[in-house]
């Protein structure tokens, strides 16, 4: 997942530098992506714990 999370900023980052989007909304977005991403790694934390402890 963090290969996309690099992806999808990069891009945005590439839309607010050619005037596609404004930097309030761009600001947003990249705080709401972080967020996901995080997101991410907290479900793929439970998960492997989940597993190692079906496991024992």
Do not use: P, S, W
Not at 32 to 46: F, P, V
């Amino acid at each position: 997942m963090n290969e996309d999370y690099h992806l999808v900023t990069e891009n945005h980052v590439n839309r607010l530098e050619d005037g596609i989007c404004n930097v309030q909304t761009g600001v947003v977005f990249l705080d709401l992506i972080a967020n996901i991403e995080k997101i991410g790694d907290h479900l793929t934390n439970i998960a492997e714990r989940v597993e190692h402890n079906n496991k024992t």
